[in-house]
């Protein structure tokens, strides 16, 4: 099967690591995979198109539809991938009259518009990361439950190895993007937690949240302060290549998404917070929340009341020094995290959902089953006869093929 993953990337998310990982899985597979998006930032074993994906303006975008269909004649392409909106209304054009199929995965709450009620633009199926982003899109677009399959984020997790050392919330690592709600979030951590968490001498703090020329002013300024003051202890490192190897070691991540993924596969202590909001941290008794809500980053509503830094601040120091889940536990989440996320599991599903929307695009009109409850050889002695004898039957057969 060919494969062209559609992306529109101005800058690092969780799409992107997304496909970096379901791409390997689908080469070693002996799958031909393409990859379209407007920049990359990670290493994706797979021939790279760069095209504005992500302009509104009607003649880039046209231009890039042409480009798609030329990618897809010449390299014959089975299924287009869609990441994003912006790719969805990409490839719902280059698709028409083809034998192409799409699928989208929604890697969030989709932005409320009238035109996507009116027009489901996002292919033969739709893959939602979590329940939270499914039940959102039925809510909201009247997207049909049966082009919706829930099928959580790709995790390869021999990569990232169990650290079982004591977890005790001294070293930390708040881990996100500049961007939107999770760049509002970091910013007040910044003016509101850090402050605090800093006083303990023991403490110390990385910023892995992009680069700090995209926040406000008052938030380079706050942070500028603190690193004045604690310059041993804070840093800010922006993006890292290669996160996943070091983020065992770490006592707590605060993060949402793949991010608090990764941390608990290595054993870290998670406090999960995303762009819908806080969970706390990421235990037994929380973990079908944490599933629900890809790990604070969704909602079935929009984010609605203050957001509160103070109580995410209070509540790491309350658990400062002493190892906040066990273990055991820790364990216990790796588990729960194979069960759920391994790219072992997953990459099937997604192999399947392929073919049935190649299936759905090239067949569109239902097929009909019959059932038959019993074919013996003769007729029974059964006072509803709910049964066609063999001869019957092949004379059923016959017909149907004489009828195509």
């Given at each position: 099967m060919t494969i062209l993953h559609l992306l529109s990337q101005l800058e690092l998310t969780g799409a992107e690591v997304y496909v970096?990982?379901?791409a390997q899985a689908q080469l070693d597979?002996?799958?031909?995979v393409l990859i379209v998006s407007d920049r990359l930032h990670v290493d994706i074993p797979a021939p790279w198109v760069s095209l504005a994906v992500s302009s509104s303006d009607s003649g880039t975008r046209r231009h890039v539809v042409g480009s798609v269909r030329d990618l897809m004649d010449q390299h014959q392409v089975d299924v287009i991938h869609c990441h994003s909106r912006a790719a969805a209304r990409i490839a719902d054009i280059a698709i028409k009259k083809t034998a192409v199929a799409q699928v989208t995965t929604l890697h969030g709450r989709q932005h409320y518009s009238l035109s996507k009620r009116l027009k489901n633009r996002y292919g033969q199926y739709q893959i939602a990361i979590c329940e939270n982003v499914s039940l959102a899109c039925q809510k909201e677009f009247k997207m049909s439950p049966w082009n919706i399959r829930i099928i959580r984020n790709p995790l390869n997790?021999?990569?990232?190895?169990?650290?079982p050392s004591p977890r005790q919330l001294k070293k930390i690592a708040i881990i996100g993007r500049s961007s939107g709600p999770k760049g509002e979030r970091i910013g007040e951590l910044i003016l509101q937690a850090l402050p605090e968490w800093l006083k303990n001498p023991e403490m110390t703090v990385d910023l892995i949240c992009g680069e700090i020329e995209k926040y406000p002013t008052s938030i380079q300024e706050a942070f500028h302060n603190l690193e004045k003051k604690y310059?041993?202890?804070?840093?800010?490192?922006?993006h890292l290549k290669g996160l996943s190897a070091i983020m065992k070691n770490y006592d707590l991540v605060i993060g949402s998404g793949r991010v608090a993924m990764e941390a608990i596969a290595c054993g870290v202590n998670v406090w999960a917070l995303g762009e819908y909001g806080s969970i706390g941290f990421v235990a037994k008794n929380n973990w079908l929340e944490a599933l629900a809500s890809n790990f604070g980053d969704i909602g079935i509503e929009a984010m609605t009341g203050p957001w509160s830094a103070q109580k995410v601040s209070a509540s790491v120091l309350d658990?400062?020094?002493?190892?906040?889940?066990?273990?055991n536990e820790r364990k216990e989440?790796?588990?729960?995290?194979?069960?759920?996320f391994s790219l072992t599991n997953i990459h099937p599903q997604i192999l399947q959902t392929?073919?049935?929307?190649l299936f759905k695009k090239n067949h569109p009109q239902p097929v009909p089953i019959l059932m038959y409850h019993k074919i013996p050889d003769q007729d029974l002695q059964s006072v509803h006869k709910i049964y066609v004898n063999k001869t019957n039957f092949e004379k059923h057969l016959k017909f149907f093929k004489f009828r195509g």
């Open positions: 970096q990982t379901l597979a002996g799958h031909k997790l021999e990569h990232l190895e169990f650290d310059s041993d202890r804070i840093q800010w490192k922006g658990f400062l020094g002493r190892e906040v889940i066990s273990v989440l790796r588990a729960r995290l194979e069960h759920d392929y073919r049935a929307a």
